[in-house]
C-alpha cells in the first residue's frame, strides 16, 4: 500500500488579472510545499479564471495563459499537480490541464464532456476531447504527450476528470480510468453555487471512489470571479473507502486556501500502453499517519438561507474590489426587497471582517475611502452603504419608519427627502403635452410609473457622485411577471437579490429577524418590514394597493414561475400540476393566476432582456443572459391559453 499527502486548493482568480492569479497560484504552491503535499489539485481552468467568455477565443488570451505555465512548471519542485487553461491543439481550443511534476511538464489532458446546461456555454468556446484519444504538442520548445493519460507517479497512478466529466454519467471518465490502474483521481473544478449543489458534488466523488476504490480530491474556485457567477469553494479528499478525511472552506473571502490529508492507495495492475505517462517523481513519504474520517455532521452549509447570506456577502465583496467602486447606494423603500439589499450589504461587512480581520479586509477594500481607519463593521458602514428613502403623497409612515429603522439597523449613511413635486412636475410636463389631465382611472400604469421612475434620478446622482455602485432591487418573481419598472427599481448596475423568489426573500428576512447566519445576531429592526404586507406605495393610500393583490400570492407565482420556466409546461399542464399543492385557493382562482402569469411572462421579456446584473443562485433565473433565453416576440401563449379555459376541473 502507499501512502501519500493529498492537497486540494480554492482559488478566487480574476480574468486578465494576470498578476494576481499567478500569484495565488504561486501561494497555493508554496503553502502545499510547507505542509508536505505530494500530490496537489487546482481548480479548473485556475491560470485564466472560468468567466473568460469569448476572450477565450483570443489568441493574446492563451499566448498570456502559456507565458505564466512557463513561470509555474518551475515551480513545481517537490509537487505533482496540474494547471488549468484553455490550449490550441490541432487548429481547436481545449479546455485543458498541464500535468507538471518536480518542475517538469508531464502531459497534458484536455476536458472530455463539456457543461451546455443552464448558464454554460462551453461548446461556444472549446472542443470536447475524445475518449482514449492522444497525440503530441510541442509547447515550450518540446514535444508534450496529450490526451486521455494517466501518471505513473512513485506507486500512484493518477487521472484527472475536470468539472463536467464527473457529472456525465455513464460518460464518466473515472470508471475507464479505474480500469486502467488509476487509484488516484483528481477533479479540478469550477463549479458555481447553487442551493444544495454542494451535497450533489460530495456525492458525485463519494460514489466513484467507493465503487473503485480511488482516492479522491477535489478542488473548486471560489468567490466572484467575473460577476455574475458565485463559486463556493468546497474543497474535499476522500480516502479509497469513499469516505471524508479533509474539507475545505466554503464561502471564503481569502483568496486562497489548502486542505490536505494523508491518504493510503490501492494498489492495482497498470495498464501500459501510450496512455501512460511515466512521471519519474518521488515525493517525500508522508510523516503523519493516515488521516481520520470526519464525523461527516450536518452544518450550515446545506441550510439555504445560511448559504443565501453568505453567497450574495461574498459576491458583493468580490465585486466591489474587482470594480473599484467606493461603497453601494440603495433607493430604500421601506419593502422588503431594499432592506434586504442593504441587510446583504452589512453581511458582506461582518462576515468579511470575521473572515478576513479588520486590516486586511479594509486593505481589500482599499477603493474605499477612509475604511482602514473605520476600524469595524459598524463605524465602516456609512463610509460602505448610502441609502435614501424618497416619499411622496402616496408613501405612509409605515414604510417611512420601517426604512429609518432598517438603516439605522445596518448603519449605513441615510437621508429622508420628499419628491412629490417631482412626481407633480412631471405629472404636468406630461398634461401639457397630452392636452388633457391624468387620471387613475383612465391612466393607471402611467401614474404609477411616473413615481417610480422619478426615484431613480435622484438615487442615481448620488451615486455618480461619490462614485458607489447603485444596487437594483428587484427579484425573481416580479421579474418573471414583469411587476418591474424600468429605470424604476431595475435601476442600477448590480441586482443581489434577482436570483431569488420573493416567497422565499420574505422568509429569509424573517429568519435574519429571529436568528442571523451562523455567528452573527439577528436584526430585530427588519419587523418594520416583516410585519408588512408588500406594496409598491405607488396608487393613492386609499386604494389599499398590494403587490400580491396585483399579481397573486407569491407562493403560488413562484410554483407557476417554475412550471412555467423550469419544467415548460403549457398552461394547462401547470395548472394541473400546481394547484394539488395550494388547496386553500379555488380552482378558478389557481386557473385565474395561471393565466395571468402566462401572459405576464411572454409580455415582458423585453424587461429581461434589460435587468442589471444579477448572481446566478438557484438552479435557476430568469436572466437571458445566463439561464433562460425567451423570444421578446411571440404568440403569446394564445393557443395554449384557450385549452387552459376550455378543460374541466
Not at 432598517?406 to 449605513?412: D, F, I, L, P
Not at 417610480?452 to 437594483?472: K, Q, T
Not at 411571440?634 to 379555459?645: D, I, R
Amino acid at each position: 500500500m502507499k501512502r501519500v499527502r493529498l492537497g486540494s486548493a480554492f482559488l478566487n482568480q480574476t480574468p486578465l488579472a494576470w498578476d494576481q492569479n499567478l500569484a495565488n497560484v504561486s501561494a497555493a504552491l508554496d503553502l502545499a510545499r510547507e505542509r508536505g503535499v505530494g500530490f496537489l489539485c487546482l481548480p479548473e481552468l485556475a491560470l485564466t479564471g472560468y468567466g473568460c467568455e469569448d476572450l477565450f477565443l483570443a489568441p493574446h488570451l492563451r499566448r498570456k495563459a502559456l507565458e505564466l505555465l512557463a513561470e509555474l512548471v518551475p515551480r513545481t519542485k517537490g509537487l505533482f499537480t496540474a494547471f488549468g487553461l484553455p490550449l490550441e491543439i490541432e487548429g481547436h481550443v481545449y479546455n485543458a490541464l498541464a500535468v507538471c511534476a518536480d518542475g517538469q511538464l508531464l502531459g497534458v489532458v484536455p476536458k472530455q464532456q463539456l457543461a451546455l446546461t443552464g448558464l454554460h456555454y462551453e461548446p461556444r468556446w472549446f472542443r470536447a476531447w475524445s475518449p482514449g484519444r492522444q497525440t503530441r504538442l510541442k509547447l515550450g520548445g518540446r514535444e508534450t504527450r496529450v490526451g486521455d493519460l494517466a501518471f505513473q507517479v512513485d506507486g500512484a497512478c493518477v487521472g484527472f476528470e475536470i468539472c463536467e466529466d464527473a457529472w456525465s454519467g455513464e460518460l464518466r471518465p473515472a470508471p475507464r480510468l479505474a480500469a486502467r490502474g488509476v487509484n488516484l483521481l483528481l477533479s479540478p473544478a469550477a463549479s458555481h453555487f447553487a442551493f444544495g449543489k454542494s451535497l450533489q458534488r460530495r456525492r458525485l466523488g463519494e460514489d466513484v471512489a467507493r465503487r473503485h476504490a480511488l482516492a479522491y480530491a477535489y478542488a473548486n474556485l471560489m468567490g466572484n470571479e467575473s460577476g455574475r457567477v458565485v463559486f463556493d469553494g468546497g474543497a474535499y479528499l476522500l480516502d479509497a473507502q469513499g469516505r471524508l478525511v479533509a474539507e475545505g472552506a466554503r464561502f471564503s473571502f481569502q483568496g486562497l486556501g489548502l486542505v490536505d490529508a494523508v491518504v493510503e492507495l490501492k494498489t492495482r495492475p497498470v495498464e501500459e500502453g501510450p496512455g501512460l505517462v511515466e512521471a519519474g517523481f518521488h515525493p517525500d513519504p508522508p510523516k503523519a499517519p493516515l488521516s481520520e474520517p470526519l464525523a461527516g455532521a450536518q452544518r450550515w452549509e446545506a441550510q439555504p438561507h445560511e448559504e443565501f447570506a453568505r453567497a450574495v456577502a461574498l459576491g458583493l465583496f468580490d465585486y466591489l474590489r474587482k470594480s473599484r467602486t467606493r461603497g453601494f447606494a440603495i433607493s430604500l423603500s421601506g419593502g422588503a426587497d431594499s432592506a434586504a439589499c442593504a441587510v446583504l450589504v452589512r453581511l458582506m461587512a461582518d462576515l468579511g471582517a470575521a473572515d478576513l480581520g479588520w486590516p486586511a479586509f479594509s486593505r481589500a477594500l482599499d477603493c474605499v475611502p477612509g475604511l482602514g481607519q473605520a476600524g469595524s463593521p459598524g463605524a465602516a458602514m456609512p463610509l460602505l452603504l448610502r441609502t435614501l428613502y424618497q416619499g411622496t403623497a402616496h408613501s405612509g409612515p409605515v414604510t417611512r419608519a420601517a426604512a429609518s429603522a432598517v438603516a439605522k439597523a445596518v448603519g449605513s449613511r441615510h437621508d429622508t427627502v420628499e419628491i412629490q413635486f417631482l412626481v407633480d412636475g412631471y405629472r404636468q410636463l406630461a398634461e401639457r403635452v397630452l392636452g388633457r389631465g391624468l387620471a387613475w382611472q383612465e391612466d393607471d400604469l402611467t401614474l404609477q410609473n411616473l413615481q417610480a421612475r422619478v426615484r431613480s434620478p435622484g438615487i442615481w446622482a448620488l451615486a455618480n457622485a461619490e462614485d458607489r455602485l447603485l444596487l437594483a432591487t428587484n427579484n425573481r418573481s416580479e421579474s418573471a411577471a414583469g411587476y418591474t419598472t424600468m429605470d424604476g427599481d431595475t435601476s442600477g448596475g448590480l441586482a443581489p437579490v434577482a436570483g431569488v423568489g420573493k416567497h422565499f426573500l420574505r422568509n429569509w428576512l424573517r429568519w435574519m429577524e429571529a436568528q442571523g447566519p451562523e455567528g452573527l445576531q439577528p436584526i430585530p429592526a427588519l419587523k418594520a418590514v416583516n410585519d408588512q404586507s408588500p406594496t409598491a406605495e405607488l396608487r393613492p393610500p386609499e386604494d389599499g394597493q398590494t403587490d400580491e393583490g396585483d399579481l397573486m400570492p407569491y407562493e403560488v407565482l413562484d410554483a407557476l414561475e417554475h412550471a412555467c420556466v423550469v419544467e415548460r409546461l403549457t398552461p394547462l399542464e401547470a395548472w394541473r400540476t400546481v394547484r394539488p399543492a395550494f388547496p386553500a385557493y379555488t380552482s378558478e382562482e389557481m386557473r385565474h393566476w395561471t393565466r395571468r402569469l402566462y401572459q405576464l411572462w411572454s409580455h415582458a421579456q423585453w424587461k429581461r432582456e434589460r435587468l442589471a446584473l444579477s448572481f446566478h443562485l438557484d438552479d435557476h433565473n430568469v436572466d437571458p443572459r445566463s439561464w433562460c433565453r425567451w423570444p421578446v416576440l411571440s404568440g403569446a401563449f394564445k393557443v395554449e391559453l384557450a385549452e387552459l379555459e376550455s378543460a374541466a376541473d
